[in-house]
């Protein structure tokens, strides 16, 4: 089992920055592919990044160049730096481990806002 809990949302101004960070608990953390979503008002739930246990990154093309996932084993964490941000990156954030389902999960933090305004 795996449990998450996310820090870091707020509010910002287009063009400015946030760092999203999810503590994790659990043995399993250095083989799961952790993740971000987000999910908008109205909107289906979207992956944002993922970074495999070994550090490989993937990303939405849409935050390609202004988002980073990194992840430290060592510290169960996983944090998503996110820089020149736009109104449309507005959503509640969800760290996400083993979408793969291959040790037990999904899991899921509880989520946390970042609004961007314009």
């Known amino acids: 089992q795996v449990q998450l809990v996310e820090s870091g949302g707020g509010l910002v101004q287009t063009g400015g920055s946030l760092r999203l960070s999810c503590a994790a608990s659990?043995?399993?953390?250095?083989?799961?592919?952790m993740g971000w979503y987000r999910q908008a008002p109205g909107k289906q739930r979207e992956l944002v990044a993922a970074?495999?246990?070994?550090?490989?990154?993937d990303y939405l093309d849409s935050v390609k160049g202004r988002f980073t996932i990194s992840r430290d084993n060592a510290k169960n964490t996983v944090d998503l730096q996110m820089n020149s941000l736009k109104p449309e990156d507005t959503a509640v954030y969800y760290c996400?481990?083993?979408?793969?389902?291959?040790?037990?999960?999904?899991?899921w933090g509880q989520g946390t806002q970042v609004t961007v305004s314009s």
């Open positions: 996400n481990g083993d979408s793969s389902r291959k040790w037990g999960g999904p899991y």
């Open positions: 970074v495999t246990p070994r550090g490989t990154p």
């Open positions: 659990g043995s399993i953390f250095g083989s799961i592919v």
